[in-house]
């Protein structure tokens, strides 16, 4: 593309978004069009490069953390486009400096440490490499903060970035995942066959954006796919009847999910919405890559084949439990096929050995706010029981339920999932918007469910896998 077409392209960018000729349009303006411009191209790269790899039979990569540090992406996405210089000589000709655009965009609020870093980076090394990959994280809304230093102590403000930086994200409402949160799970037992129905849950709807990474030269493209959190209706009746407040809460409490990154968890809203971020985060992204696996393949047997799901660090290791429930509880694998699966399928990346630095989560907060997952990670298989019995319960087991001590052992190890040696038979799940066919899955050590210590870690809940 030469310099000239690309100037009329920018002109048509600008007249049909703002009706503004080049010579007269802000450097805001100059900057929003020049991004819809890379972003229409990163898309349709990204849909021939998806279709291709699908067409292959190519393993997909995905790749889960609670933060990416994205930084700037319109500097970015010329050179990789191939256009930064075509793009700077247009704007010359105007008299308009490139770097004065470059400024008009907001670093994205979606991350900001090593961590993030990392896995921006993998996502660019992936589309370099031709790897057919995808991220997956939390549209946070206010990022982390903004510091200022005032009479030498720090002082925390919003950093509003999706002003800026919304023009980058491609949203799909029509691809929404459902997340449910809180409720009771009812057990039950059909001539051999254990469902549950869990009720009195609280659904928060998580809506995709997507944001594509164009790799150097052209060879692939990359997607990071953010998820936002919204309520899934409108308490229309509440409001009719003058109860604002209380119609507008379902919403607000839907959307603290995805409003800042790293909420301070130093009392116990903080930490519930910590977990709640997490699992949010786990449940989406695996509701999305079985559904995107199922539409490709329709099959899950395949799976560990096809799909490789590495998780950076352990904010996202509730993925693992949240796929042996889908597994077994809505597609009927039995057991052991669906344990093989998991750990065929999943990676896990340690980013810290030191003791200080694990973290532990209060029984209670997980059951009460989890309550299907905390049966997955604290239960065995299910088994029909006698009227009146109680749960059944392993040695060491009194452990978790009265106490959340840390035991001693490496990093890793102390939330083990354990491989049980029977076979149980399952029947597919027939879903009704209240109750499911859900089992009993998965035993946990002792020393599982702990309280946290630092605000950056999870534990790992299937570091055996």
């Known amino acids: 593309m030469t310099s000239k077409e690309f100037g009329k392209l920018l002109q048509d960018k600008l007249t049909s978004e703002y009706g503004v000729e080049l010579s007269v349009a802000s450097n805001q303006q100059i900057y929003r069009s020049l991004a819809l411009i890379c972003r229409q191209m990163m898309s349709e ?6 279709s291709k790899a699908i067409g292959t039979g190519t393993k997909q990569v995905y790749y889960l953390c609670m933060e990416f540090l994205m930084g700037r992406s319109l500097k970015t996405s010329l050179l990789n486009l191939g256009l930064d210089e075509v793009a700077k000589k247009a704007l010359s000709d105007a008299d308009i400096s490139i770097d004065s655009i470059f400024e008009e965009e907001p670093d994205a609020g979606l991350g900001n440490g090593g961590l993030g870093r990392l896995a921006a980076c993998y996502l660019d090394g992936m589309a370099t490499t031709g790897i057919c990959g995808t991220g997956y994280s939390i549209l946070y809304e206010y990022g982390i ?37 809180d409720g009771e799970i009812h057990e039950n037992w059909d001539n051999g066959f254990h469902y ?37 209706d409108f308490d229309m009746s509440s409001f009719s009847l ?87 509880d809505e597609c009927g694998f039995g057991w052991d096929k669906a344990f093989d699966i998991c750990q065929k399928v999943f990676s896990y990346t340690n980013h810290t050995v030191m003791a200080e630095a694990l973290e532990k989560w209060n029984v209670d907060i997980f059951k009460m706010t989890l309550p299907r997952i905390y049966q997955i990670v604290g239960d065995g298989p299910p088994r029909p029981r006698r009227a009146g019995e109680g749960l059944p319960r392993r040695q060491g087991q009194d452990r978790l339920y009265g106490t959340d001590r840390r035991q001693s052992g490496a990093h ?21 918007h209240q109750g499911q066919r859900l089992p009993r899955l998965l035993p946990v050590q002792a020393a599982g469910l702990q309280e946290r210590d630092q605000r950056h870690r999870l534990p790992p809940l299937a570091a055996g896998l």
């Open 45 to 50: 790269n990204h849909k021939k490069f998806q």
């Open 145 to 181: 903060f903004k510091q200022k230093i005032v009479d030498g102590w720090q002082q925390e403000r919003a950093d509003n970035w999706l002003p800026g930086g919304q023009v980058w994200l491609q949203s799909h409402p029509d691809q929404a995942v459902e997340v449910r949160f």
């Open 196 to 232: 549950i129905q869990h009720t009195n849950y609280n659904s928060v709807m998580a809506v995709p954006s997507d944001m594509y990474v164009q790799g150097y030269d052209g060879k692939g493209v990359a997607k990071l796919r953010l998820w936002q959190a919204k309520a899934p």
């Open 242 to 328: 003058g109860n604002y407040n209380t119609a507008m809460s379902k919403n607000a409490n839907a959307e603290l999910i995805s409003k800042v990154l790293y909420p301070n968890d130093n009392h116990v809203e903080g930490k519930i919405l910590r977990l709640r971020q997490q699992y949010f985060l786990s449940a989406a992204s695996i509701g999305d890559i079985v559904q995107n696996h199922l539409s490709s393949y329709a099959t899950l047997e395949n799976l560990p084949d096809k799909v490789a799901i590495q998780l950076n660090d352990t904010h996202p290791t509730l993925a693992i439990p949240e796929m042996m429930r889908i597994l077994l």
């Open 412 to 432: 890793g190890k102390h939330l083990r999932l354990h491989r049980q040696q029977h076979q149980r038979r399952v029947q597919a799940a027939q879903p009704d």
